[in-house]
Nanobody, 128 residues
């Protein structure tokens, strides 16, 4: 099992930026995928972005593409989510997750991530 700890959430005005971090402790593998999800009040958890530890392949959901960027620092075992041009509808609790499944097509993680581990979440609030 891998422990995931998110940080970096907070309150920001619309149009602003935030960078979330997800620190992973425990053994991870190059074929593992790390994902970001979010859940707004009264809504289902939504896939946001994914990155593979080994080759750095990424995929972003359409709702955030061009505004959010997922990245990783293998030396620090940390995954980041840079969020720019934030909108009020981006307000949610953001979760980090790890998948042991391997898809060559990164888009498939958006349909079936099959998380083995989840973080506790970090609140992002965008004021309009």
């Amino acid at each position: 099992q891998v422990q995931l700890v998110e940080s970096g959430g907070g309150l920001v005005q619309a149009g602003g930026s935030l960078r979330l971090s997800c620190a992973a402790s425990g053994r991870t593998f190059s074929t593992d995928a790390m994902g970001w999800f979010r859940q707004a009040p009264g809504k289902e958890r939504e896939f946001v972005a994914v990155i593979r530890w080994g080759d750095g392949s990424t995929y972003h959901a359409g709702s955030v593409r061009g505004r959010y960027t997922i990245s990783r620092d293998n030396a620090k075992n940390t995954v980041y989510l840079q969020m720019n041009s934030l909108k009020s509808e981006d307000t949610a609790v953001y979760y980090c997750a790890r998948s042991r499944f391997y898809y060559s097509d990164m888009q498939l993680y958006g349909r079936s991530f099959a998380a083995a581990d989840w973080g506790q979440g970090t609140q992002v609030t965008v004021s309009s």
